[in-house]
């Protein structure tokens, strides 16, 4: 039986996410995801007129591919999916596997080589085509996130299908503040961090990326980035869990990195030379994503939340940072997570996790539901 709630997601994706028009090529990439979403969703393509092209994985058999690989193998990938890729004038990729740590035993030099060599295909995707990239619900992801599956199930497509028009129009003011400032400082518990955006033109993001959504990300000028930084919310790269990361920067670089697994954290860093420098930095603000959950999609969406990512750089907003890893690393700055402020050339902009100025205002939580 189909759940109507699948109509609405399907549609959001479609007419709102990617605005597919008549006669576009759509990629959509469905792991471990119901078949009755993905026929949904082919049929609410093909009412748009446009035109789907589907790939169905299944993530233990993604670990299988990527364990043994081998560069001629990778290479062999990339070049196929990347000729795909370019067909394409849309993207939608739902990821549904119910371990995240499906790829923890995967050995490092091996999944290293494997982003490494397909990041070509990433980088054109998000470059060139109209993309959006949402998890499917599962009941680990209910266990993450403390939560029934079928009270989990409810949140999910309540913040899935929100009026993210909405959202759009609120965060204009954020994305105009972002585009004057020059320096940003960021304090809080363990953090003092200081860096420039100089010519940086940010980017909004409600709902035609990820879903969910609730973000305006900008980028640190490659070399600007001093001080210390302590996350505060867990973290999953590469199928491994971190807690308590902190890194401390000098002239933009990463030169020291601790966190609960110190020494993998630092594996990852040394992928290579761009991923000790930052790519993105973000200001998440979803009214109804309050708690992390160890899932990238949802938590750097958090309602009072930051994050600033070690790794390349997107180049609608490019600071030429180049490299095979992008980690979005949290820090929540509501009250009871510790607080903590947001500064842009010296004026408050954000204090334990609420906006100040009257124009920042409507992206409050009470105001943005």
Partial sequence: MNDPRFTDLARVLVRYSTALKRNDRVLLDLTDVPDEFAVTLIREVRAAGAIPVVEVRHSRVTRE???????????????????????????????????????????????????????????????????????????????????????????????????????????????????????????GPGTDLERRTQDMRPVICAGDRNIPDGEVFSCPVKDSVNGVIQFNTPTLYAGTRFE????????????????????????????????????EFSLGFNPHIQQPMCDILFDEKIAGSLHLTPGQAYEECDNGNRSAVHWDMVLIQRPEWGGGEVWFDGKLIRKDGLFVPKDLQPLNPENLK
């Fill in 65 to 187: 591919i990527v364990r043994d690989t081998n560069e001629p193998h990778a290479r062999l990938l990339r070049d196929l999916e990347l000729n795909r890729m370019r067909k394409m004038q849309a993207y939608i990729a739902v990821r549904g596997s119910d371990n995240a740590n499906e790829m923890s035993d995967v050995p490092s030099d091996r999944l290293q080589l494997f982003n490494r060599t397909l990041r070509p295909v990433l980088n054109y995707r998000v470059n060139r085509t109209r993309w959006v990239v949402l998890r499917w619900p599962t009941p680990s992801m209910a266990q993450a996130a403390n939560m029934s599956t079928e009270a989990f199930e409810d949140f999910y497509f309540r913040v899935c299908t929100m009026d993210y028009a909405k959202m759009a129009k609120a965060s204009k003011a954020l994305q105009r503040r972002m585009a004057r400032a020059d320096r940003v400082r960021i304090t």
């Fill in 244 to 279: 308590n990361v902190r890194l401390e920067f000098r002239d933009g670089r990463v030169v020291q990195a601790t966190s609960s697994n110190t020494r993998r954290l630092n594996e990852i860093l040394d992928t290579d030379r761009g991923a000790r420098y930052t790519g």
